[in-house]
């Protein structure tokens, strides 16, 4: 009797290391976009005063979508296969790519201009008056969120290469097809028809 041969290690990015780094870093995104990206502050008499602190859920009602959009994608690539995979693939690295091109701009300017309505409540300044005291300070939050996001199109880049090296499914009717067929041989008219 001879051992079983055993499939050779499969080098590089498997499904599972893959869609589970995926799945990783779509999880520090979510993490980070929770946290304080944005802190607001006046002077009025010369002391500094802090009017509140802002997420990024909070200032950018696009972030939380984008971020759906890309879980939705690992789910449906982690159970289909073929066509369809390399479509979740390109359209999570779409929305990505969208999510920074948003993003980055905002983030470098400073612009907090979705929370105009919370800023006038803050102040008691309207909008439309402008604000010329208030302070916007960036907090290392949107610059971590932002980093993770351009990681997490890096890992789909790298989903999209490796997806197809990744072993194929069987189909359902192959597999009965297969036991069937050994589970025939076995019996004692598979035998005889197998020594004919």
């Not at 905002?106 to 302070?135: C, F, N, P, Y």
């Not at 300070?137 to 999209?160: D, H, N, P, T």
Request: glycine residues 10%.
């Amino acid at each position: 009797m001879s051992a079983p041969k055993s499939q050779p290690k499969r080098k590089g990015l498997t499904k599972s290391k893959t869609l589970g780094l995926w799945a990783f870093i779509l999880l520090a995104n979510y993490i980070a976009s929770a946290q304080p990206w944005y802190s607001l502050e006046m002077a009025p008499n010369g002391t500094t005063v802090e009017l509140g602190r802002y997420d990024g859920f909070t200032t950018y009602a696009f972030l939380s979508p984008i971020l759906l959009v890309c879980l939705a994608a690992l789910f449906a690539s982690a159970f289909i296969g073929g066509v369809g995979r390399k479509i979740a693939g390109a359209l999570a690295i779409g929305v990505s790519l969208l999510g920074v091109g948003l993003l980055a701009p905002r983030i470098l300017e400073a612009d907090v201009s979705g929370l105009a309505s919370q800023i006038e409540k803050l102040t008691g300044i309207a909008a439309t008056h402008g604000i010329d005291d208030l302070t916007v300070i960036v907090l290392s939050w949107a610059w971590i969120s932002l980093g993770s996001l351009l990681l997490l199109v890096a890992v789909q880049a790298g989903f999209l290469i490796t997806e197809r090296n990744w072993p194929k499914k069987i189909a359902k009717s192959d597999r009965y097809q297969t036991a069937q067929t050994a589970k025939d041989e076995n019996d004692t008219i598979g035998l005889w028809d197998s020594q004919r």
